[in-house]
């Protein structure tokens, strides 16, 4: 049904997100039909004695500020709500914004008390038990931040560093890099390169769902370059790119890891 109406759906749990690309210019009609989507979607769940609630229904707009600024409708009217376009939306925990800079996101992590609730029962764990809890928080979908700006990848690193200090005792004084290297534990820009790395690897054996796998095709594979030295070399073929979002995705940034001499 959603696929009728032109748009895309992705299903967790009981939330569904539909989306589709438009230009700016297009952003009314896209409303339109995404008014229309919804609602056929409602008559269906009530035809099978189920409920949406459309007063839960959360939209954004995504795109860079010029864009953006093209938009001039932010409110989506719905049979039984009306629904006004957000600046920050949550998707499984983590915070997006309209043009997905993560900064929002960040400044949750930054912001969150899961710190200050460990340093209250810190005498009571492992060292161990610390450094899972820690890396769950600090590791949770960071392949998203590929592309951050540095003063974020800056923020993450403090909270990182504080991390460290509180499982090893080691004062604010003291230089963290010895530090993180005896807790094995990469910094923040590594960590976010090493799981694309992982995902790649996963990719290339068959262990993720295909939407993933198809971005990861090797130049061994592809026709044309079969001859071609990095064809031997176990390299991926890295898609053209015009913005600096495309290089954020998965697509891109996957096959560029990969390839770098920090993998290979």
């Not at 459309?54 to 600024?69: A, F, N, P, V």
């Not at 949770?140 to 990848?153: A, E, I, K, M, R």
């Not at 003291?174 to 910094?187: C, Q």
Request: aromatic share 6%; net charge positive; with cysteine.
């Amino acid at each position: 049904m959603i696929a009728e109406c032109g748009f895309t759906a992705h299903s967790n749990a009981d939330d569904t997100q539909v989306y589709i690309s438009t230009p700016a210019s297009g952003h009314s009609d896209a409303m339109r039909r995404l008014s229309e989507c919804i609602t056929r979607i409602r008559d269906w769940m009530a035809c099978n004695r189920l409920k949406l609630n459309e007063d839960k229904t959360q939209t954004i707009w995504l795109g860079t500020r010029h864009q953006l600024s093209k938009v001039t409708t932010h409110v989506l009217t719905l049979p039984n709500a009306t629904v006004q376009f957000s600046g920050v939306v949550n998707d499984l925990g983590v915070l997006l914004n309209s043009q997905l800079t993560m900064a929002d996101h960040v400044a949750a992590l930054s912001r969150s008390s899961h710190m200050r609730q460990l340093r209250s029962i810190n005498q009571s764990l492992s060292s161990e038990a610390t450094t899972k809890l820690i890396s769950s928080r600090l590791d949770y979908c960071n392949s998203l931040l590929v592309g951050v700006s540095g003063q974020l990848l800056h923020r993450l690193q403090v909270i990182q560093n504080a991390a460290a200090r509180l499982v090893t005792g080691a004062t604010r004084y003291e230089h963290m890099t010895p530090v993180l290297r005896s807790l094995r534990w990469l910094p923040v820009r590594h960590r976010i390169m090493f799981k694309t790395a992982v995902t790649v690897y996963k990719c290339l054996h068959g262990l993720t769902p295909p939407c993933l796998t198809e971005y990861c095709t090797s130049t061994s594979s592809a026709a044309g370059r079969r001859h071609l030295r990095s064809a031997y070399t176990r390299q991926l073929i890295i898609l053209r790119t015009r913005t600096s979002y495309d290089d954020r995705s998965f697509a891109v940034h996957g096959p560029v890891v990969w390839n770098s001499p920090a993998v290979n």
